[in-house]
């Protein structure tokens, strides 16, 4: 399937070069920054120059008030709090910090992590029967939450009261918890409204943290090293204070990480500086790997480990997870793709939900990101356990897949989730109503051109514009992630030279355009599909990111190719 090339708006000239005057950057430089709307001074500045003080009042935030105050007499009557969140990595991040934090003032302390296979996603009863046994009177429940109206409602009659910290979308009637913070509530007035459920507890603590004259620098920021996970692996957009926060755990996890996250870092062998990719890529699966494969409380423990010696073990113990993980994976997306390729109407439907009863339930996620990325629409996983059918989805994007499920409502026993993933419920008998309800609103809804992969592309660019000037600005715009990706480019006409094909798949070659300087390129996987564009002499035009390649001390730029097509 070819991809499609969508070309960003160029932005008025008078902006583009407005900014380029006020802060002396290049033509393209300037477009760049104003297409993420940094069109002045003052906000290039706060762009570039991103500083914890940039930081929201939390007490902006609904409810905060009432969940500080809250917290406050539950640590002053040593009651027992219990710390819930969910089985991935922003819901034990979440219980990490808060629990983490927590412990250096109230030892009258428990967490929970629901169990995947025996009660799904979310608040369970099960849960709250735990803390009603145990003696909890409070509850701080952290992504997730937001959609437990009933079992809040239930905690209550046992005497014990609920602090929601979620960031998944409300319903119109909100749980009767003592406070809930979430901007995307329709009465929040908070600006920013797409943190991680990570990222509303820090705000949560930050907001005890002034309220009770503690020392940010000391008793909180320390933990933003889990925030950014939580960050890059919940795939939220890293914009404003997601962006000054991801910027700051960076440094964090970079030089002074806790021992569990250090921990996983070696083990996925990272040796240079990590970023968002290395996060989404290598840290997040594994911290993952333990609620998929086995129980997430090997997660949190990891990840409040106070010693190396104790991280290690932890670490060791999820890598297991993973690489079992991977296994089922495989074995997964194989039968997954088989049911498409061997079913016509399957293979001609403008969606996919897919079920079989015995799919390990720990990757029917990846495994419908994995049908995403090989048939492009909307993609639904299901599998069964404990008599109940559980699903994961995916989208394209442009298209609303929550919004598509929410329309099935009457058929599913729970669904929650954001725009392009989100997670399912239902009784073995209504999956087959189910699929040809969702088929037939995918299909009135969605576009041709939301069914063909895109490509998005910041700007076209000549080849003699690209230099270490002009690579140092991009550098500075990190850290990327959704809503300022690393910027896509295009150059049109290009011809290769020295043109070569590394380990059987990868496309090496040397690119220029009339009266430029060669400058080095690479596809990767792409020598099956694109070597005799680049072979026959003739013009070709290609979209690709600037990245910089360091061989045994010799710094030079080189062009990380997306596409190649005719000219």
Not at 81 to 90: E, H, S
Not at 332 to 345: G, N, P, Q, R
Request: include cysteine; aromatic fraction near 10%.
């Amino acid at each position: 399937m070819e991809n499609r090339w969508i070309i960003k708006s160029t932005p008025s000239e008078e902006t583009i070069q407005s900014l380029t005057t006020a802060i002396n950057v290049s033509r393209a430089s300037a477009q760049l920054l104003t297409q993420r709307g940094i069109s002045e001074f003052e906000k290039a500045k706060l762009f570039f120059r991103p500083s914890l003080s940039h930081l929201h009042d939390p007490f902006i935030m609904q409810d905060m008030d009432k969940a500080v105050k809250r917290l406050e007499q539950a640590i002053g009557d040593n009651e027992s709090i219990m710390v819930y969140g969910d089985y991935d990595v922003d819901g034990t991040t979440s219980v990490a910090i808060v629990y983490g934090f927590l412990q250096q003032f109230h030892s009258n302390l428990s967490f929970y992590i629901p169990d995947r296979y025996n009660e799904g996603y979310g608040v369970s009863r099960q849960g709250i029967d735990y803390a009603h046994k145990t003696g909890v009177s409070l509850i701080i429940c952290l992504d997730c939450g937001i959609k437990s109206g009933e079992l809040v409602s239930y905690a209550q009659t046992l005497g014990i009261d609920f602090i929601i910290c979620d960031h998944h979308r409300p319903d119109d009637i909100l749980p009767t918890a003592v406070a809930i913070l979430n901007p995307k509530r329709l009465d929040c007035p908070y600006p920013y409204k797409e943190l991680s459920g990570c990222g509303i507890g820090f705000k949560f603590l930050q907001a005890f943290c002034q309220r009770n004259d503690l020392s940010l620098e000391e008793r909180l920021y320390p933990f933003l090293d889990l925030v950014v996970v939580s960050i890059a692996a919940d795939l939220v957009s890293i914009t404003g204070e997601n962006r000054v926060m991801a910027h700051f755990g960076l440094k964090q996890l970079n030089y002074n990480p806790r021992p569990g996250l250090k921990a996983l870092t070696q083990l996925a062998g990272f040796e240079k500086e990590l970023d968002i990719t290395n996060i989404v890529f290598g840290i997040g699966p594994r911290i993952n790997a333990a609620g998929r494969i086995a129980h997430a409380h090997a997660a949190v423990n990891l990840l409040l480990a106070h010693s190396e010696a104790e991280a290690e073990q932890y670490a060791k113990e999820i890598n297991v997870n993973n690489k079992d993980r991977q296994g089922f994976d495989i074995h997964t997306t194989k039968e997954a793709l088989a049911m498409i390729e061997e079913d016509e109407t399957l293979r001609l439907s403008k969606s996919t939900v897919l079920f079989k009863s015995d799919w390990h339930k720990g990757v029917i996620g990846i495994v419908a990101s994995r049908c995403v990325e090989k048939y492009y629409r909307p993609t639904i996983i299901l599998t069964e356990s404990h008599e109940i059918v559980s699903g994961s989805a995916r989208s394209v994007p442009g298209f609303d897949v929550y919004e598509a499920i929410a329309e099935c409502a009457d058929l599913l026993e729970q669904f929650g989730g954001h725009t392009y993933a989100a997670g399912l419920t239902l009784k073995r008998e209504n999956v087959e109503a189910f699929r040809e309800r969702f088929e037939t609103i995918v299909a009135q809804r969605i576009t041709a051109e939301q069914l063909i992969p895109q490509i998005e592309i910041d700007l076209k660019l000549h080849l003699r514009d690209i230099n270490f000037k002009f690579y140092n600005i991009i550098k500075q715009m990190e850290p990327f992630g959704p809503e300022n990706m690393r910027p896509v480019f295009m150059s049109e006409p290009v011809y290769a030279d020295n043109v070569r094909i590394l380990k059987d798949v990868h496309l090496k070659m040397s690119v220029f355009q009339e009266g430029t300087s060669y400058i080095d390129a690479i596809g990767f996987g792409m020598s099956q599909t694109h070597l005799d564009k680049v072979t026959e002499g003739k013009p070709f035009r290609i979209c690709y990111q600037i990245v910089e390649n360091n061989y045994r001390g010799n710094q030079t730029l080189q062009l990380l190719i997306k596409d190649i097509k005719a000219f």
